[in-house]
């Protein structure tokens, strides 16, 4: 199904819900001075700040790139955000966040950028790389957003997606993720109870088993001819 353009605002005022454990976001470092991430400890977040190689935030299963509207016209006409949307596409679950069209003008003038480039620009995110996209109010409406994601049932996100050079550990990991539906759970505990790639692929599948159940049965692709 083709995402739709959403022009979604939200006003309501979110409070996490008491006893609870915190949402948990991970953040890239290079959002520290955002107003987004003060607002996710104040409406009761638990922040995270890494060096993200790929999106902006990560919360739960979701991979979001935020842009404000100043941001993300720039980053159309120098064609960063090219990239960066074709590294999103790494991520099952993605989004695109264009934040503050109360405070800016998505198509503004005596700039030589044409409107029409603009929506143009914005289909093809939509349908040739078919990332969804939100537009948001503020900071603080981006923050609404994101609580709304969080509230989602959790799944661990894995580490595949990457622009540097992978660690020994990370690169035996990326590996085990290869095969399908050896996600990052799994790939873990395989290597807790094997230690080595080696050690995975030349135990019998009973042992196997016993650790990740019948997703084990991956692994008979390895005895399987060409």
Not at 44 to 71: M, N, Q
Not at 116 to 135: A, E, Q, W
Not at 136 to 163: C, H, M, P, V
């Amino acid at each position: 199904m083709t995402p739709i353009l959403h022009d979604i605002f939200s006003t309501e005022k979110l409070k996490p819900k008491k006893d609870l454990p915190k949402p948990k976001v991970v953040i890239d470092y290079r959002e520290k001075q955002s107003l987004v991430a003060a607002e996710l400890v104040k409406i009761g977040f638990e922040i995270e700040f890494r060096e993200l190689k790929v999106a902006d935030y990560l919360v739960k299963d979701v991979a979001i790139e935020r842009k404000t509207v100043s941001d993300f016209i720039s980053s159309m006409l120098n064609k960063r955000l090219i990239n960066q949307l074709e590294e999103l596409q790494q991520y099952e679950n993605k989004l695109l966040i264009i934040e503050g069209i109360d405070e800016h003008d998505l198509y503004p003038k005596n700039n030589g950028v044409n409107p029409n480039s603009v929506r143009g620009f914005l289909l093809s995110i939509l349908l040739k790389h078919k990332i969804p996209i939100l537009f948001t109010q503020n900071y603080k409406d981006t923050a609404q957003f994101i609580y709304r994601i969080a509230e989602k049932k959790e799944t661990e996100l894995g580490i595949r997606a990457s622009k540097k050079t992978l660690n020994k550990k990370e690169q035996i990991q990326f590996i085990l993720e290869g095969f399908s539906g050896i996600g990052p759970k799994n790939a873990k505990k395989l290597l807790e109870k094997f230690s080595t790639l080696q050690n995975i692929f030349s135990a019998p599948q009973e042992e196997l088993q016993k650790v990740i159940g019948k997703k084990a049965e991956i692994f008979l692709v390895l005895e399987s001819k060409y």
